[in-house]
């Protein structure tokens, strides 16, 4: 799943005219309770101008007036629409992509059917294709009515185990609109027991390091501290390790970066997301930013608990 930086390139050799860039339109659908006014919030925030549940049959009219190679849209389409189905949406969908002067991209957002149900008894919010059944048989045949849309999506994101600022950050980096050509890499820690994140691109499993969990002097600090820090570094394995990390990423980064993907996430996990994961990922984001990579760095499992170097974790 990838999103796209228009370029403008010109016409021929001998010409001096450039072709006009192309409007940037990004329709968000998904299931009900996933974050789609979270997403259009967030895109709105990124000087898109947002239109919410919007007809289908009101898009052509919606074009006409404005103007997305100035300002671009954010259109949530969802199954709370008077004529929506997902045959209507695609053809739509096939209609806008045809055109030369647009750049369109699909955004599908999932969650699980448990935490799905759990936002609609918490909200006491009424699922919209749950009328006259429960609110697992709704999010049931929402599934399987928006299945041919996940699919086609460009980017498909899952909100499960995801925070609104985790969301917002992750369409920031697909969709910002002064987006240069240039890869945005995102390298996160954590936890296999608590989890795999469902946005990574790219997963790197370190449990073979050293764990400083069993030393009890090291076993309240984080990958953040210098104790650790060496201790980990220390492992016979890890130089080779890592080199060959590095190795494998370099010619890796830039081939992404040509076919057109804007945004990728790196994952870095051990046991507890606290010692090992936390300080490979460091070193990580360390050696991207040193290749003037544009990087940001987060460690999930610390997020969470509030951890600090030097704290219990």
Known sequence: MTASTVTTQSQSPDSTAFSAPRGRIVLVTGMSGAGMSVALKALEDLGYEAVDNLRLSLVPALLQQADPR?????????????????????????????????????????CGDEVLQRRFTETRRRHPLAVDRTVPDGIARERGLLFPLKERADVTIDTTQLSIHDLRRILSGHFQRDAQAALQVFVTSFSFRLGLPREADLVFDVRFLTNPHYDPALRALTGLDPAVAARVEGDADFPAFFRNLTELLRPLLPRYNQEGKSYLTIAIGCTGGKHRSVFVAERLAAWLAELDIKVNLSHRELNRLGARPGGAG
């Open 70 to 110: 100035r300002r671009p849209l954010a259109l949530v389409i969802d199954s709370r629409t008077r004529d929506f189905s997902a045959r209507n949406f695609l053809d739509e969908l096939d209609d806008l992509q045809a055109r030369d002067d647009l750049d369109v991209k699909l955004v599908f957002l999932d």
